[in-house]
């Protein structure tokens, strides 16, 4: 599923931009995203605490094949969409799949500690993380080579393949019952209210995650890639999906090393260092006019990345009781996996208002405040052992 994601974001960003020229565009494609995924994650936290949580990703998935499918039609003869109504049909489409990612993260979040013993948490989230990054290593140089060397119909139906072979392998894979729980709330309004509460009175899971928010929000440059690739470094589609993966290849690299030898001493303090050193990874990257000190940046950019993710997830899935992970994940993609798409579209704004390259310059400079603000607030984050 990651690598059908990946490779489809890499495709979809390209088709924009040939088809507008504007890396507005690129940013409209982050908030097409967010805004249903936004407003459905409290709900969909809810449902991830008394629904099945199998039944609910596999639900995603389908709707998912449904939207690449689309995306795959568009491209054929059969369609006149594209022609018509330019990227529109693109954008209604990434607007449906949004409310997928809404649903399917709480469920998945959750669902993943209900497969292993609590003792191994730690482990087992490093070893998810290495999967998916390898996967989204992979996704992102798939779509550029077979963009670039077959064009965007074959891209599409490769992606739609691997979609299909997600959700066979999925359906393989044992359900598990909804976790008993202990709670006095019985309304959905309660139940949301308490995984909110739970968050906001954590100094640690809130610090945490406050901190990845701003980070990704400002910091991130993937969105306008395809205008580093094409326009800055005067490249093609092979060269993006490159820098598309070179985060990724970073993380799952400092992902294997820490399934290792886990961050335990001082884990704090090492993830607003490492949060700081992606700040000074995207400034590298926005002047760089060399291709491989390019890809080098976002390459140290993903291990950073990674390292704050890995501790992150540890610290919530530890912290935070069985029956209460669906909401608790909610909050989270509300604070972390919605600012994705939230800092495509403020990457997309500020390219326009600021240039391309002053706009990434702005966002690491930010990055790196908000580290310095969030160590002065935050002093248990600071202290904070993983052993």
Same mark, same amino acid.
């Given at each position: ?237 092979? @060269?993006?999906?490159?820098?598309? !993966? $070179?985060? %990724?290849?970073?993380? *799952?690299? +400092?992902? #294997?090393?820490?399934?290792? =030898?886990?961050?335990?001493?001082? @884990?704090?303090?090492?993830?607003? !260092? $490492?949060? %700081?050193?992606?700040? *000074?990874? +995207?400034? #590298?990257?926005?002047?760089? =006019? ?98």
């Amino acid at each position: 599923m990651t690598l059908s994601i990946q490779m489809q974001t890499v495709v979809v960003g390209w088709q924009i931009y040939d088809l507008t020229k504007d890396p507005l565009a690129l940013g409209l494609i982050g908030l097409a995203e967010f805004l249903p995924s936004i407003s459905v994650s409290l709900i969909a936290g809810h449902v991830a605490d008394i629904v099945p949580r199998k039944r609910i990703i596999l639900s995603c998935m389908f709707l998912l094949l449904f939207c690449t499918t689309s995306l795959f039609y568009f491209t054929t003869d059969l369609s006149t969409f594209l022609s018509r109504y330019n990227a529109l049909p693109i954008y209604i489409v990434i607007f449906i799949s949004g409310f997928a990612r809404g649903f399917i993260g709480p469920s998945l979040f959750s669902f993943m500690p209900q497969l292993v013993s609590r003792e191994i948490y730690a482990n087992a989230i490093t070893w998810n993380s290495s999967t998916w990054q390898a996967a989204a290593v992979g996704g992102p140089a798939l779509g550029g080579l077979i963009y670039g060397f077959h064009g965007i119909s074959i891209s599409y139906f490769t992606d739609l393949s691997l979609m299909i072979i997600a959700i066979t392998l999925m359906s393989f894979v044992k359900s598990r019952p909804v976790p008993p729980s202990d709670e006095s709330a019985n309304s959905i309004l309660e139940r949301i209210k308490v995984g909110i509460k739970f968050v906001f009175t954590n100094q640690l899971i809130l610090s945490a995650i406050s901190l990845d928010l701003f980070a990704v929000l400002f910091g991130g440059a993937v969105a306008l890639l395809p205008v580093f690739a094409k326009d800055i470094l005067n490249e093609g589609p092979q @060269a993006l999906g490159y820098l598309r !993966a $070179a985060p %990724a290849l970073g993380a *799952v690299t +400092m992902a #294997v090393i820490m399934a290792y =030898k886990p961050i335990k001493q001082k @884990a704090g303090l090492k993830m607003l !260092a $490492a949060v %700081a050193g992606f700040g *000074v990874a +995207m400034i #590298v990257f926005a002047v760089s =006019k060399n291709f491989w000190l390019s890809f080098a940046a976002l390459l140290l950019s993903g291990v950073f990345d990674s390292i704050s993710v890995i501790i992150r997830s540890t610290l919530v899935h530890t912290l935070t009781p069985e029956s209460m992970k669906g909401r608790v994940s909610a909050v989270n993609n509300i604070f972390v996996g919605s600012s994705n798409e939230l800092g495509a579209f403020e990457s997309g704004v500020a390219a326009r208002l600021l240039g391309v390259v002053p706009s990434v310059i702005f966002g690491g400079c930010m990055t790196l405040l908000v580290v310095a603000v969030t160590r002065i607030k935050a002093k248990k984050l600071e202290s904070l052992d993983l052993d």
